[in-house]
């Protein structure tokens, strides 16, 4: 079976502070997603990786990074948390890249930024 | 871009009986895939059903059941014999990148 994991359940940080969101998974896949996930918004796509050190931006990019060293590693990183920045982050990956393929979803990092 | 829209934020089921979701799609492709994932409660997000347009046929599996109307631009998933393990959160995929807003299950015993 897949295995995708992500580092924390539960993350609380500061305004200002950088954050580290890291997901891993297990079963060679080529794309990686970061989405986050807002009540009444559904999965909002943030970036995505085709590739090791590739990434592409998806609808909400502002305010965030990535950062994909290893195939089976793609980290969101938030450079100054924000409140606004508060809410479920998701990381996914899916066999390789053209939009008809499964993803596999990681079980959710719950970030709240005070 | 291609937007998904799910109408329906919470919908309610009897134990048993049968459900609907609704789902529809903008797009100007011809060649896409459609999905279906659920998300119970504090648990992964997993897939429960995949369409591919080019196909007319709706996909099946098991309980799980889509009416996919293409020229409509339509995907609804219909669940049989409800069972209260589908209480979940339901989210219509288009491609592997573009979500709905999701439409909350409840199932009640």
């Known amino acids: 079976d897949v295995k995708v994991t992500q580092s924390s359940r539960y993350l609380v940080k500061r305004t200002g502070e950088k954050v580290f969101l890291e997901c891993v998974q297990d079963m060679d896949h080529e794309n990686m997603f970061w989405y986050r996930q807002d009540p009444g918004l559904g999965l909002r796509l943030i970036y995505f990786s085709y590739d090791v050190k590739m990434k592409e931006k998806g609808d909400i990019p502002e305010g965030y990074s990535v950062s994909r060293e290893k195939k089976e590693r793609f980290s969101l990183i938030l450079e100054s948390a924000s409140t606004n920045q508060t809410s479920m982050y998701l990381c996914?990956?899916?066999?390789?890249?053209?939009?008809?393929?499964?993803?596999?979803f990681g079980p959710g990092t719950r970030l709240t930024v005070t | 871009a291609q937007t998904v829209t799910q109408s329906q934020p919470e919908m309610s089921v009897q134990e048993a009986e049968t459900v609907t979701l609704s789902c529809t799609y903008d797009t100007s492709e011809s060649d896409y895939y459609l999905f279906w994932y659920k998300q119970p409660p504090s648990r992964q997000m997993i897939l429960v059903i995949r369409?591919?347009?080019?196909?007319?046929q709706n996909a099946t599996e098991n309980r799980f059941s889509v009416n996919f109307q293409k020229a409509a631009k339509s995907f609804s998933l219909k669940i049989s014999d409800s069972q209260l393990g589908d209480a979940a959160m339901y989210f219509c995929a288009y491609n592997d990148m573009r979500f709905g807003a999701g439409t909350r299950l409840t199932v009640k015993p």
């Open positions: 369409q591919e347009a080019y196909k007319q």
């Open positions: 996914a990956s899916s066999i390789r890249a053209g939009g008809a393929y499964e993803q596999y």
